[in-house]
């Protein structure tokens, strides 16, 4: 089966792009904020994000830069709070991944991510260790190490869906398993894994946050589901 790690500077690109871009709440209370996304005098609510599934892509008409606006964080001194939004020149599917900051005026990081499923296959797990030490993962019969720092690494199952068994432990400590489940497989369904620390000690000491997609569903956004600035 095909590994593949790509550093985050693949994933992450900084240049302008047109491309519509999809957007991902990292968690309830981001999903729950009042935000836009606005290019020139074009602005687009995003309505109904969620945690864990991609919004439809969304279609900015005119030229010139994308930025996330905080519709709940305007003043008087500051009426518009936002930033912009770094997406690479020539990259066809952003995603957009919206992390709490408070440090940022409008309590956001961007974190942009090329979610082409060119690279991004069908069938494909695709893990980023958001903690803070190294990782070793078994997923059926592949086992490979994850870095911590962000850094993707993609493995491809072939066969029909099924379930699989994941685990998960501490680079220096294989013996003593961090996470353990049985997942499923489906070979049109791709699943992007963030592995996080765990906030309730009786689960165990970390998380998966997983964002699924289907063929369809993917399929039917590119053809239907774009919001679109009035």
Known sequence: ????????AA????????????????????AARELALVRGKEQVTLEGLHPSKRSPAIRLRGEGKIFLRALDRSSDENPVVQRECAIGEGLTHPLLILMPDEKDPTGLRIVVFNDDPAGFRWGSYRFLNAT??????????????????????DIRLSGKTRGVGAMIAAQD?????????????????RTLCFIVPGTDPRLGPIEIKAVPETRTGFELDQREGRAEAP
């Open 1 to 8: 089966m095909p590994i593949r790690l790509l550093p985050l």
């Open 11 to 30: 994933l992450l690109l900084l240049p302008l792009s047109a491309a519509p871009p999809r957007v991902l709440a990292w968690n309830n209370e981001v």
């Open 132 to 153: 803070p030490k190294p990782l070793a993962l078994r997923l059926e019969n592949e086992a490979v190490r994850l870095a911590s720092g962000w850094k993707a690494t």
């Open 173 to 189: 400590n294989l013996k003593k398993p961090l996470y353990s489940a049985v997942w499923e497989h489906d070979p049109d369904t």
